[in-house]
């Protein structure tokens, strides 16, 4: 309950704003040295129990034939042939790899995705889930999942920031997707005993430190 009152104490004192503003998570370790360790390093996508609604998390598919027929029976926001990569300019790369949060390939097209996309989706931690043609029962479940979902990645300082919600949704809500995160963390160091500070905020609100031990 404490997690639970200190965010509602952040929905309350962070002035209003005129958008929906995210609420966000961030976690500083203390002595982790991610270079001599780089296996402490996160990057996961994790599902969250309460998807922020103040922006629709968009999935796009690269494939063909029933791969392709099967993503957009299964609700992904765009399916493209991988051909039609070829013909994009960078400027158009770029804008398909901010438009959308999570991007899945037809295995067998993927060396070829990745040769054009790649530049461009691996710095912003976009590469594409690969899935083979045998595996076409599991877009829908793949989907679902992703649009329910957020990636946490730590580069090479001990720190990272993640949306765990919007300012519209309840304390209770976000604290069940804070919950989430936090074991990860616990499932990845074993405890709690690495974090040095963890904080949380409106997208132009203050910082408030949050009580995780």
Known sequence: MELVEKIRE????SPKRRFNESVDLSIVLSGVDLKKNPNLK????VELENPPKNKDIKVCVFGTGEFAFRAKEAGADLVMDPEELKNMSKRELRKLANRYDHFI???DALPKIAKIIGPVLGPRNKMPISLPVTAVDRLPTEIKRLKRSVRIRMRDQPYFSVKVGSRDMSA????KNVDKIINLLKNKYGDLNMIKKAYIKTTMGPAFELPLR
Do not use: S
Not at 10 to 13: D, P, T, W, Y
């Open 10 to 13: 952040v929905l309350e004192k």
């Open 172 to 175: 209770e809500e976000i604290a």
């Open 105 to 107: 390939a037809q295995a």
């Open 42 to 45: 996160i990057n996961e996508i």
